[in-house]
């Protein structure tokens, strides 16, 4: 809409512009004419005040000199009958002594309806020069005698002279601006008559052409060269137009029979593609079916394995049990019997406390130990199974995980380090939390330390912002580049036929995305291990 609006008609800019050349330039020369006029009129009087001030002091300065008891009343009628000038409204005549003040000696008043001024006596030094007020000039005079200051002449000029002319000239300058406007406005309208009529005729042609589609028509010659031109390659253009539309419909006429043509194999091979489209969304049925199954051994392959693992490290500290309570025993049987006998010892009863006391400790302590791994197992294989939200610490949850995968760990002499607030409490899922990390780490070992003798891992947890932040990193071989741009799809591995199914991350990704409403992205470089950046929403819990 905007764009519409800074368009305008050439009509209307030719006559703006003229007018407004036309106003400016009028303006010019009025204002010019009427400033030159006013400066010069003032010039003029103020010379002609000061060519009567200097010639009234001389008239003046006899009659000073004099100083006889009617002089000031011959000065006076000498000013009146030589004052002719009509701008002189006031003259005022001081006697100066050399050491008394200046005082009134004679005046003149243009008429008698002119009412007496007050003396000027105060106002001799800044009147010295011309100034100028709203309706007359003032000036005053030295009266000298022998290059001595005898007295003053004041003098009071109109302005009313000057305004008055300034007036006729302001007036006749504004006729003539009135005048020359309309003779401006005259002269573009028949600029504009002459340049615009061809323009609209053209335009006029040009609109019945495109409403009529009638291409073979062809614009008139016109009487301006430029625009005869532009009348001739406008005729050009509608030619090649004209071509351009018959080879149009040509081509239509065929693309219809393409089209017929077209139509008729769309409709058998739709019938076919409907066909191929019921068995692909059968076959795509099954697959998901079988995904979903592989989604779900997948769960079951990783709670397999901390199964073993379990079942490994809970058999050492039982194993040490059973061999510290089976010694227990067999010493136990030697006391008794030599209690019976009667040949019971102070030293070997002391030595039976002692190994007894160091036995139960070894019973107490490894039954403490397994039953916190099978506790640990249980918690965790619950967690495993359950997407109930519930309120959990993050890294007792964490250092569980851990302690399930820890045979798997120490065979591959990877160690896991926490980095994680020790109070950390929130509300979420904790069973998808358990599984992403637990197939992070097996992915970890699977993939990232196969060829190392050694590894390390590091988990940093944080809360920001009603999120918990999950950075997972370990420096193992990173992700290979075949794979990494499909790395969260579904059957990616690069162990496939060895053991891998390639549903690892993918899994990892839906429980991310799906049962946490997360989002989770990562960061790869061949031999330089590979880092998980985990964000999911979660409730903080207050521990205070």
Not at 17 to 24: C, E, G, N, Q, W
Not at 96 to 124: L, M
Not at 354 to 382: D, H, M, P, T, Y
Request: glycine share 4%; net charge neutral; aromatic share 8%.
């Amino acid at each position: 809409m905007n764009s519409i609006n800074k368009f305008t008609s050439s009509r209307r800019l030719l006559l703006t512009s003229i007018l407004v050349v036309a106003v400016l330039l009028l303006l010019t020369i009025s204002f010019s004419a009427v400033f030159i006029a006013q400066d010069h009129e003032k010039l003029q009087l103020e010379q002609n005040t000061t060519a009567w001030a200097n010639s009234l002091a001389q008239l003046s300065a006899p009659y000073l000199i004099e100083n006889s008891k009617d002089g000031h009343k011959k000065l006076q009628a000498q000013f009146e009958q030589l004052i002719t000038a009509p701008y002189i409204n006031y003259i005022h005549v001081y006697a100066s002594q050399k050491d008394a003040p200046a005082s009134f000696y004679a005046e003149f008043n243009k008429s008698v309806y002119f009412p007496a001024i007050p003396d000027k006596i105060n106002e001799i030094d800044k009147l010295s020069k011309i100034i100028q007020h709203k309706n007359h000039l003032e000036l005053i005079v030295n009266i000298a005698h022998n290059n001595q200051v005898i007295g003053y002449l004041y003098i009071q000029s109109s302005l009313k002279g000057m305004n008055n002319y300034i007036d006729r000239i302001t007036y006749i300058a504004s006729l003539f601006f009135i005048l020359g406007v309309v003779v401006f406005i005259y002269l573009a309208f028949s600029l504009q008559r002459r340049i615009n009529q061809p323009i609209a005729s053209m335009v006029e042609s040009i609109q019945q052409i495109s409403q009529e589609k009638n291409y073979s028509r062809r614009l008139d010659k016109q009487p301006l060269i430029e625009l005869d031109i532009l009348a001739k390659n406008i005729n050009i253009l509608l030619n090649r137009t004209q071509k351009h539309i018959v080879k149009q419909d040509e081509k239509y006429q065929q693309a219809l029979l393409d089209n017929t043509n077209l139509t008729n194999k769309v409709t058998v091979r739709t019938s076919a593609l409907k066909e191929s489209n019921q068995e692909l969304l059968s076959t795509l049925e099954k697959l998901h079916q079988f995904q979903g199954q592989l989604v779900e051994n997948e769960k079951m392959a990783s709670l397999g394995d901390m199964v073993a693992g379990i079942a490994h490290e809970v058999n050492t500290p039982i194993g040490l049990g059973v061999t510290a309570s089976s010694l227990m025993t067999d010493k136990h049987s030697e006391i008794k019997q030599a209690f019976e006998d009667k040949t019971l010892k102070s030293s070997q009863l002391k030595k039976f406390l002692i190994q007894g006391q160091e036995n139960l400790g070894i019973i107490s302590r490894n039954l403490a130990r397994a039953a916190k791994l099978i506790s640990s197992f249980k918690k965790v294989a619950v967690d495993q199974s359950s997407a109930d939200i519930r309120q959990f610490n993050v890294k007792e949850l964490l250092e569980e995980v851990i302690l399930t995968l820890k045979v798997k760990l120490n065979e591959k002499q990877v160690k896991v380090t926490i980095d994680c607030e020790e109070q950390l409490m929130v509300e979420s899922k904790p069973g998808p939390i358990n599984q992403i990390f637990i197939n992070l780490i097996i992915n970890s070992l699977i993939h990232g330390f196969e060829h190392q003798s050694s590894g390390h891992i590091n988990i940093s947890i944080m809360y920001l912002s009603q999120q918990l932040h999950l950075n997972y990193q370990d420096d193992g071989s990173g992700i290979d580049e075949s794979v990494k741009s499909r790395v969260f799809e579904p059957f990616t591995t690069t162990k496939r036929g060895s053991g891998g199914s390639g549903l690892g991350l993918h899994l990892v990704y839906n429980l991310v995305t799906q049962a946490l409403n997360g989002h989770i992205d990562f960061e790869s470089n061949q031999g330089k291990g590979t880092k998980f950046e985990v964000v999911i929403p979660v409730t903080l819990i207050s521990t205070q």
